[in-house]
């Protein structure tokens, strides 16, 4: 994704054909007044991130019992730079 500069209102207003050109060969526009974008213009096939689903791992993974048990002493050791 390749983005160069914030353009202001008016000037993406006078010159959207340009801008849209630009963003299909692959560039993100950013519009917005006084530098601060607001808006972004992107190709249509641009990649996307894809939406993270909250619980996919659901009933897939087992907690054991002793999770939350003190650590031996040699690991507590390790993790604390001893040894």
Aim: avoid cysteine; glycine fraction near 8%; charged fraction near 25%.
């Amino acid at each position: 994704m390749q983005v160069t500069e914030v353009i202001p209102m008016h000037q993406a207003k006078s010159t959207l054909s340009q801008l849209v050109q630009r963003a299909a060969a692959g560039e993100t526009v950013l519009i917005g007044p006084n530098g601060h974008a607001i808006a972004k213009l992107t190709s249509l096939d641009a990649p996307t991130s894809p939406k993270r689903r909250l619980g996919f791992l659901k009933g897939k993974l087992v907690v054991p019992e002793d999770f939350d048990a003190p650590l031996p002493d040699d690991v507590l050791a390790d993790f604390e730079g001893g040894r």
